[in-house]
């Protein structure tokens, strides 16, 4: 099997825990106060797996001269991480797990492509191609179908 044949499958099931997650945040959210209490409780836990992770692989945080020049933008993954979370602890249980994740994997293909498009964030430009374009249609229109019925 090829490599990128694997990380396919690793985003399927990535895709499929993060429709898991809201589902499972907004009821933590309804037990502990509210999303924000959740995604807290969330990132403790995801924060507190990684480090053993870490651990146990033996891996260690290479500081170099790099880690000084990165972009802003470098340092707010994890902030955009606690946005997602809490917005889907808080939808979820209000729109459903379906309409969500139509919507979020939506927002999501408008930006790669846009970011693709314009080489965002250091990423090798890929062209937005007509059909490229026809595929995010093609989703908003499965997000208004999920929604809708």
Known sequence: MQWNNILIGLGLFSGMMIAAQGA???RLA????????????SFIVGATGLILVN???????ALSQSFSTLPWWAWIGGLVG???????ALAVP???VAA???AVIAGQLIAAVLYDQFGAFGQT??????LRLLGVVFLFAGV???RRF
């Open 82 to 88: 606690s946005i997602m979370v809490t917005s889907s």
């Open 55 to 61: 651990l146990f692989m033996g891996n260690r945080f």
């Open 144 to 146: 208004y179908l999920v």
């Open 94 to 96: 209000r729109i459903g």
């Open 24 to 26: 499972i945040n907004g």
């Open 30 to 41: 309804s037990a502990i106060g509210g999303p924000v209490q959740a995604a807290t409780i």
């Open 125 to 130: 430009v890929r062209p937005a191609t007509p």
């Open 100 to 102: 969500w994740v139509s």
